[in-house]
């Protein structure tokens, strides 16, 4: 079974710094996706950023990156010019690239923005 | 598109009484995804629903707990006898694919059950 593990249960940053949030994870398989949720205090679930594990190009999205390590099976998101709006939870989560589309999340790092 | 839609937003529900909670997915999505998030954790799979038809329920508890997403109307997680241990929020997610093509993956609100 694929594991998901945040290794930081909380994070803070000053605002308009730069922050990483740490991700590992434990898969046999070779094609998979990988993605990062952030949940702010509202709960809704939005969707960050995703990088397929074919792809060797990191993945970006404007302020948000990865460092994806297919060999390490790390992967970290980069938050670039931190904004009081990114104070959330985020949470790391794998699927298989198979037909199953369930998604296996880790605990999650409770970010901080500091003013 | 008004996107996945959770209701209710909150329960409440007595110890041995049942909890229906709702899940209507975005339009033109088939698959159904129901997940549970207790405190200070992150979501854990429950069930895979694809129209009339149970893909995975490997993380759904074997007893008190079904879903269902019938042909037509929202998709249902049912939890019957509730105990205080159930006190957890659930969220649903909603998915389309189309010859390997991944269309977005969408969650809702949530609702949050509170067994007292």
């Known amino acids: 079974a694929q594991t998901v593990t945040q290794s930081q249960p909380e994070m803070s940053v000053q605002e308009a710094e730069t922050v990483t949030l740490s991700c590992t994870y434990d898969t046999s398989e070779s094609d998979y996706y990988l993605f990062w949720y952030k949940q702010p205090p509202s709960r809704q679930m939005i969707l960050v950023i995703r990088q397929e594990a074919y792809k060797q190009q990191n993945a970006t999205e404007n302020r948000f990156s990865v460092n994806f390590q297919k060999a390490a099976k790390s992967f970290s998101l980069k938050i670039s010019d931190s904004q009081l709006g990114d104070a959330a939870m985020y949470f790391c989560?794998?699927?298989?690239?198979?037909?199953?589309?369930?998604?296996?999340f880790g605990k999650g790092t409770l970010l901080t923005v500091n003013p | 598109n008004a996107g996945v839609m959770q209701n209710p937003r909150h329960l409440v529900r007595r110890r041995g009484q049942e909890a229906r909670l709702r899940c209507s997915p975005m339009?033109?999505?088939?698959?159904v995804y129901w997940y549970r998030q207790l405190p200070e954790e992150g979501l854990k799979f429950m069930v895979y629903?694809?129209?009339?038809?149970?893909?995975?329920e490997s993380g759904m508890p074997k007893e008190r707990f079904s879903a269902e997403f019938p042909k037509e109307g929202p998709s249902i997680l049912r939890i019957q006898q509730v105990v205080r241990g159930d006190s957890a929020a659930y969220f649903c997610?909603?998915?389309?694919?189309?010859?390997?093509?991944?269309?977005?993956?969408?969650f809702g609100s949530g609702t949050r059950l509170t067994v007292v």
């Open positions: 629903l694809q129209k009339e038809n149970i893909i995975d």
């Open positions: 989560a794998y699927r298989s690239g198979g037909s199953n589309y369930k998604l296996t």
């Open positions: 339009k033109g999505h088939s698959h």
């Open positions: 997610a909603s998915s389309e694919y189309d010859q390997g093509v991944d269309y977005g993956y969408t």
